[in-house]
């Protein structure tokens, strides 16, 4: 198979790229396709500039290899991302230095994007490209290439920012008491890079929150809609003039920690459901026992907190036991993967793991600990290179008290890990900004395959016969598909 695709994305306005093709055989299976994945995971926004390309069999025969990376560092939690064609993680503290995982070394590295600054994932902050550079937003501070674009107000901040739409989001918060002026707000502030005049705050359009200090783990967009979820269970969009509340706050639990784009759906992962909810830019409904729960536990207080594709698949991570579990489209079964931990036994008596020996030590001391927080969580999913990897925690990155026995070495040695996946077919690459048409093209020959930017090759990976055989006779759709439409003009396309 050769296929090129030129493509123009226009501006640079925040957009999600979308499909560049999807090759799907008799059965209806995708055994081929390239795109970019628009993905939201708990306040990391994964690299809008990641390409992925895949190929595989008609019906899948191998086992995914999956292995634990060293640790790469002491905490109990790990959220990880991607940026420049490496995946990062952060440890779940307050602040907590990112680290990158160089696959060919096979060592964790200083991120050159963060050097040893500390990052505040509670916050949002990170950064994302934009145009022919990074969008930076840290500490209260939106910079593009260095240059600042907004900074909070004194005695206020601005956090979990997002771009799309030529809008800045982000939350906008005066702390203290409704009676002495506090307030937390969404907004929608108008700027697109190399605009001369830097945006005024006072010209965001701006929707309160129902109470004080309400916050977000989560962004996403669809449909020329951009989705926000406040964790006391708010949904609201913005349609470019305005907001739009889907669902008020009703004081059930309804927490969202992960956005993705699926075809022309945005899937949020939900709490305390366990399963996936979709907008389709107008409704937004539940998909029941999307995952279904994993046998031998509870059903009920469960999180879906993790999305990604993955060699043309759907990926999710589901608290309380850190189940992964993958979607087949072409069958429409799901399928668990693995528990990425061990310790301890899984049980439906209890909802969490250690939950009873949490209780009975309550009982015993007269304490007030939280019964769930050694709950296992599959944090957070990203492609880098040919593998998927897993960051894992425990609820709240809390370390462990000394008191308790029961959760011991080994079974602490399982949380913060951060696991990788490998299957073979699958590239994720970095694709360069170009202003004005650009063309990839894409080859599977002799036992290998390659992904190529205006003739230069920028990602490529060995193939063996079972992975290509069901690309003869495959239909090509251009423009559609697994990472949902092209957002740009699809000038020219050849297929060989």
């Known amino acids: 198979m050769e296929l090129s695709v030129q493509v123009d994305f226009g501006q640079d306005l925040g957009q999600n790229f979308g499909t560049l093709f999807e090759a799907v055989d008799a059965q209806g299976r995708a055994v081929a396709g390239a795109g970019f994945p628009g993905l939201y995971n708990t306040t990391c926004r994964n690299d809008r500039r990641g390409l992925q390309f895949f190929v595989r069999p008609p019906v899948d025969t191998v086992e995914p290899q999956i292995d634990a990376l060293p640790r790469f560092s002491d905490a109990p939690g790990s959220y990880i991302g991607d940026l420049n064609g490496r995946m990062f993680a952060i440890g779940n503290q307050a602040a907590a230095p990112v680290r990158s995982w160089n696959a060919t070394a096979g060592a964790w590295e200083v991120t050159p994007e963060y050097g040893d600054a500390p990052l505040r994932k509670g916050n949002g902050d990170g950064m994302m490209h934009l145009g022919d550079g990074l969008l930076a937003f840290k500490d209260g501070r939106i910079e593009h290439n260095g240059r600042q674009i907004l900074a909070a107000p004194v005695n206020e901040s601005i956090h979990h920012v997002y771009y799309a739409m030529g809008h800045l989001f982000f939350y906008h918060d005066r702390p203290g008491e409704e009676k002495d002026g506090a307030f937390t707000r969404v907004c929608a502030l108008p700027w697109a890079p190399g605009q001369t005049a830097p945006p005024d705050l006072a010209d965001a359009i701006a929707r309160p929150t ?263 006779g495959a239909e090509v759709t251009w423009g559609s598909g697994l990472f949902g439409p092209l957002s740009g003009n699809l000038i020219s396309r050849t297929e060989k």
């Open 210 to 472: 129902t109470t004080l200090h309400e916050t977000t783990w989560v962004w996403g967009q669809v449909k020329r809609k951009v989705l926000t979820v406040t964790n006391w269970g708010c949904v609201l969009a913005f349609d470019g003039k305005g907001w739009q509340t889907l669902r008020e706050r009703d004081g059930k639990s309804y927490q969202v920690y992960a956005m993705l784009n699926y075809y022309d759906r945005l899937l949020l992962g939900q709490y305390p459901s366990g399963s996936l909810h979709e907008y389709d830019g107008e409704q937004l409904t539940q998909r029941e026992k999307w995952p279904p729960a994993m046998p031998g536990v509870a059903t009920t207080s469960r999180e879906a907190q993790s999305l990604a594709l993955y060699r043309g698949d759907l990926y999710t991570g589901v608290w309380p036991w850190a189940e992964l579990w993958r979607f087949d489209r072409s069958t429409g079964q799901w399928s668990l993967i693995r528990r990425l931990f061990t310790r301890p036994p899984i049980t439906d008596r209890v909802g969490h793991p250690f939950e009873a020996e949490i209780l009975t030590y309550n009982d015993a001391h007269h304490a007030k600990n939280v019964w769930n927080d050694w709950g296992q969580r599959a944090t957070s999913l990203a492609a880098a290179g040919d593998a998927l990897y897993i960051g894992t925690s425990n609820k709240g990155g809390s370390l462990r008290p000394p008191e308790y026995t029961f959760v011991d070495d080994a079974a602490l040695a399982e949380y913060g890990l951060v696991h990788r996946m490998r299957l073979p077919g699958h590239l994720s690459c970095q694709a360069r900004w170009v202003d004005g048409p650009t063309t990839f093209r894409f080859v599977v020959a002799d036992g290998r395959m390659s992904v190529s930017q205006d003739g230069r090759e920028i990602a490529s990976a060995a193939l063996d016969a079972g992975t290509v055989s069901g690309l003869k």
